[in-house]
């Protein structure tokens, strides 16, 4: 059973790392951030925004 949630978390981490990478190549974020809760805080309206158009079959 460790090991599963050894692996949950690597995972976990990789794909923080991966979406503060991605937001940086795309001119989203100035510079990387380790703790990305300020940043979706700031742009709560727009961030659930996109989620549901994704979410509704179409891209924002």
Do not use: K
């Amino acid at each position: 059973m460790g090991d599963a949630r050894q692996t949950e978390l690597s995972v976990g981490t990789a794909g923080r790392l991966l979406i503060t990478l991605f937001l940086v190549a795309r001119g989203i974020l100035p510079r990387p951030l380790l703790c990305l809760s300020a940043f979706f805080e700031a742009a709560r309206q727009d961030y659930y925004g996109s989620l549901r158009g994704v979410s509704g079959g179409g891209e924002r």
